[in-house]
């Protein structure tokens, strides 16, 4: 996360106002320039006081020192992310505000004193290994969409534990003391359906008044649907799945281009599913237009168990693929390109941090 301390804490320095617990907030927020955790920005003039804050232990003075010197060369950064966070003197909690297109996270500098400033973000995936695909995700953002030289970036992934990711998630809203970010998918298999339960009961038990957490609600149905098209067919080595990857690009030309997000490719799509839900069959049936039609064994809606088209057959490979962070780049859709860069900017704006300083 960006930590910028705002332009009223020179005048709380130089007159020498501040408390020992908001000298001691000043001290942490030194720790995580010293660590890299966080990238520390702020106004000039405060910097400068702060470096020169006799009440301040000389790393501290010399970590503001350090600040205060790449603020030129690292100002631009703020002006690209979505939220960042912003100390300014006085007591109570965090809020969260907006100003053009970004949001504001406020904190008071005593709040400062009760975080854990030492810790980088924690981000909770639904299973510990997703945070590969997102991953490669920020970095084709980063690379790509930013056009930053570099950007270093600082979580620790926190294994969620499926359906009970709302638990862990509920843990770091309570304890209130560092920056948590939370992502969900929906489980949808189309559009309209209703959201899986992992993703509504963090959603649920979700506190908005808790500003240093947030909750990335994604509208797919799992990560797996992130992946595009001509990467999975150029590693495909089954037919069933060049059948599949076929039928989801004829959604496209049918202009359905988001039909890939909701796919199941774990499941695949069966007769019987279609035949129990009208919405999903009304969905599907117009975006595979003329694919969708009875089961051509003649077996009764009931007990048919056949597949309309086959789950994805090289589901390790992908995993692999992915774990093994091989860039990957969405821009063949612009509907998936969207999504890449809504899910890169959320990321790249709260897990920004700064190189390990030696001060």
């Known amino acids: 996360m960006i930590i910028y301390i705002g332009e009223a804490i020179r005048d709380f320095?130089?007159?020498?106002?501040?408390?020992?617990?908001?000298?001691?907030?000043?001290?942490?927020?030194?720790?995580?320039?010293?660590?890299?955790?966080?990238?520390?920005?702020?106004?000039?003039?405060?910097?400068?006081?702060?470096?020169?804050?006799?009440?301040?232990?000389?790393?501290?003075?010399?970590?503001?020192?350090?600040?205060?010197?790449?603020?030129?060369?690292?100002?631009?950064?703020?002006?690209?992310?979505?939220?960042?966070?912003?100390?300014?003197?006085?007591?109570?909690?965090?809020v969260l505000g907006t100003i053009g297109n970004q949001q504001i996270i406020s904190i008071p500098l005593l709040f400062c004193a009760d975080m854990n400033l030492r810790a980088p973000l924690e981000i909770i995936f639904e299973e510990i290994n997703d945070h590969y695909i997102y991953e490669i995700i920020t970095e084709w953002y980063v690379s790509r969409v930013l056009n930053v030289r570099a950007l270093d970036r600082k979580y620790r992934p926190i294994h969620g534990g499926g359906?009970?990711?709302?638990?862990?998630?509920?843990?770091?809203?309570?304890?209130?003391?560092?920056?948590?970010?939370?992502?969900?998918?929906?489980?949808?298999?189309?559009?309209?359906?209703?959201?899986?339960?992992?993703?509504?009961?963090?959603?649920?038990?979700?506190?908005i008044a808790k500003v240093l957490a947030h909750?990335?609600?994604?509208?797919?149905?799992?990560?797996?649907?992130?992946?595009p098209l001509s990467f999975i067919a150029a590693k495909s080595n089954s037919r069933h799945t060049d059948v599949m990857v076929a039928a989801l690009k004829s959604a496209e030309q049918n202009g359905y281009q988001e039909a890939k997000l909701f796919y199941d490719y774990k499941k695949g799509l069966k007769y019987s599913y279609l035949h129990a839900c009208p919405d999903a069959h009304r969905y599907w049936s117009?975006?595979?237009?003329?694919?969708?039609?009875?089961?051509?064994?003649?077996?009764?809606?009931?007990?048919?168990?056949?597949?309309?088209?086959?789950?994805?057959?090289?589901?390790?490979?992908?995993?692999?693929?992915?774990?093994?962070?091989?860039?990957?780049?969405?821009?063949?859709?612009?509907?998936?390109?969207?999504?890449?860069?809504?899910?890169?900017?959320?990321?790249?704006?709260?897990?920004?941090?700064?190189?390990?300083?030696?001060?």
């Not at 001691?24 to 003039?45: F, M």
């Not at 992502?183 to 339960?197: F, L, N, V």
């Not at 909750?215 to 992946?227: A, C, G, R, S, T």
Request: proline fraction near 6%; include cysteine.
């Open 286 to 359: 117009t975006a595979l237009l003329g694919l969708v039609q009875g089961c051509p064994k003649g077996c009764q809606p009931d007990s048919c168990t056949c597949d309309l088209l086959k789950p994805l057959q090289n589901r390790a490979e992908m995993r692999m693929h992915i774990e093994q962070l091989t860039p990957i780049c969405p821009d063949e859709c612009p509907t998936l390109e969207a999504l890449w860069k809504s899910i890169g900017s959320t990321l790249t704006s709260w897990s920004a941090a700064a190189p390990a300083r030696l001060v």
């Open 215 to 227: 909750h990335l609600d994604l509208d797919f149905h799992e990560i797996e649907n992130l992946v």
């Open 163 to 207: 359906n009970r990711t709302y638990s862990v998630f509920e843990r770091a809203q309570r304890d209130n003391n560092l920056f948590c970010l939370c992502i969900t998918d929906t489980d949808k298999k189309y559009p309209s359906d209703d959201c899986g339960a992992t993703s509504t009961k963090v959603r649920e038990s979700n506190d």
């Open 13 to 94: 320095v130089t007159n020498g106002s501040l408390s020992p617990a908001e000298i001691g907030a000043l001290e942490d927020i030194a720790s995580a320039v010293r660590s890299g955790d966080h990238l520390v920005l702020g106004d000039g003039q405060s910097l400068l006081a702060l470096s020169k804050f006799v009440k301040l232990g000389a790393s501290a003075r010399a970590a503001y020192k350090s600040v205060f010197v790449r603020v030129p060369q690292q100002e631009s950064i703020l002006e690209k992310v979505e939220i960042y966070a912003r100390v300014e003197p006085g007591d109570g909690i965090p």
